[in-house]
């Protein structure tokens, strides 16, 4: 039983393990279109990336973990695992219902773009 419990601590510390937060390299370019986002996540899978709007924020966050040689003495380790995650405050010129993400080659790729200006309207008056 005591096996057991060891067992079960060691799968509680592997959860709980915390890895370095990695604010990603991002650049950021306006085109007429829209927003174009780069960010580098090297490492980091499709499936281990989150994508968060809530209001005014769009959330980017994910997972690098790199596997550790199990047969060998390390002399370089140069690749860690770490946590990636940049926040950003979108102002109304956005157009959220159509934002895109593309992720190729570990470079993520945000589409934002523009909402569409208010145009002049002239109104009609109805008969009465």
């Not at 950021?28 to 281990?48: A, N, Q, S, T």
């Not at 790199?66 to 979108?90: I, M, N, V």
């Amino acid at each position: 039983m005591s096996n057991d419990v060891k067992k079960s601590e060691q799968q509680v510390q592997q959860q709980e393990k915390r890895y370095p937060l990695v604010r990603p390299a991002t650049d950021i370019i306006e085109r007429e279109d829209g927003f174009h986002i780069f960010m580098d996540l090297p490492g980091v899978r499709r499936e281990d990336l989150i994508i968060d709007l809530k209001d005014n924020e769009l959330k980017v966050s994910g997972k690098a973990v790199h596997p550790t040689q199990a047969k060998g003495e390390t002399l370089a380790l140069e690749f860690t695992s770490g946590e990636y995650t940049r926040t950003f405050t979108l102002s109304d010129t956005v157009n959220r219902e159509n934002i895109k993400a593309n992720m190729k080659n570990g470079v993520l790729e945000l589409h934002l773009p523009k909402a569409e200006k208010m145009q002049p309207k002239r109104i009609e008056i109805q008969a009465g």
